[in-house]
């Protein structure tokens, strides 16, 4: 996968992939370039059978991401505004049918784009310092990358609504208490928690993980019967799997599976 861009930062540990928003002096804000590489890093991530578990993240404490670039888009054309938004709707589409499990680590400000982002993410890491929100209608925008459907799903659709219609900020323990966060650590330290939950996951059986978060993505849209049937498709993906030969061997010799995703 490329990992040369100019408003991203891409690391690999082992089968962790660090995704970092990189626009600092704009509170890592998303231009165009920025919806351009999402774009093809997600894509690219997509046909990653070495991946197993991404971290999506921001440089610097004090934003993860503010949303768009309005300062870019300062007298932009209907027509161009509309052009980048289609980049960043296609961005949005691959980060939540990325196949491995994403992680979004928050610090400070996760506001606009940026808090949709996040809710793309299968989970979220917050630092106490993290403050979300979905403040578009304030500037008589709309939350165009998912927001309005994540958000009730996450938080229900009185909280979500209250939250779209007034754009005001939530801040970490409020949104821990909401469930929009899975965990809430000290400032500083949400990638070192989002990489000690990623290692667990990394441990685990690929093809498992990845049919696990199929099941679950797709299986939460439908009626129970036909959820139930998802489930059972992918349990039988892993059956025919080298590493479910492992898995089994492992636990009978009382030693660590080492997984090959194959």
């Known amino acids: 996968m490329n990992q040369s861009y100019e408003t991203l930062g891409v690391t690999r540990d082992h089968h962790v992939v660090t995704v970092t ?20 890093c997600f894509e690219s991530l997509f046909w990653d059978k070495d991946a197993r578990v991404v971290i ?18 300062q ?14 709707e296609q961005a949005a589409f ?12 928050v610090e400070g400000f996760a506001m606009g784009g940026g808090c949709e982002l ?23 925008i709309f939350p165009g990358i998912g927001g309005t459907q994540m958000l009730p799903r996450i ?4 909280f979500a609504k209250e939250m779209v219609y007034t754009g ?14 899975n965990h809430l650590v000290p400032a500083g330290e949400a990638v070192a928690k989002a990489r000690e939950i990623a290692g667990m996951i990394a441990q685990n059986g690929p093809i498992a993980v990845r049919q ?45 599976p080492e997984f090959q995703g194959r």
């Open 21 to 40: 928003l990189d626009r600092p002096s704009a509170l890592n804000a998303i231009n165009t370039t920025m919806g351009r590489e999402l774009l093809d």
């Open 56 to 73: 999506l993240t921001g440089t610097g404490q004090k934003a993860f991401c503010v949303g768009g670039d309005l300062k870019e888009r």
């Open 75 to 88: 007298g932009m054309t209907d027509d161009a505004w509309r052009d980048q938004h289609v980049i960043f």
């Open 94 to 105: 691959r980060l939540i049918r990325c196949p491995q499990p994403v992680i979004a680590a």
């Open 118 to 140: 996040a809710v793309l993410a299968d989970f979220i890491v917050a630092s106490e310092t993290a403050v979300f929100a979905v403040p578009e209608v304030t500037r008589g």
């Open 155 to 158: 938080v229900g659709g009185p």
């Open 168 to 181: 005001r900020r939530v801040p970490a323990e409020e949104a821990k208490a909401v469930g929009l966060i």
């Open 212 to 256: 696990a978060k199929k099941a679950v993505a797709w299986g939460s849209e439908v009626d129970l019967e036909t959820g139930m049937r998802l489930s059972i498709e992918a349990y039988n993906i892993t059956v025919n799997t080298e590493d479910r030969l492992e898995g089994v061997r492992a636990f009978n010799e009382r030693r660590p």
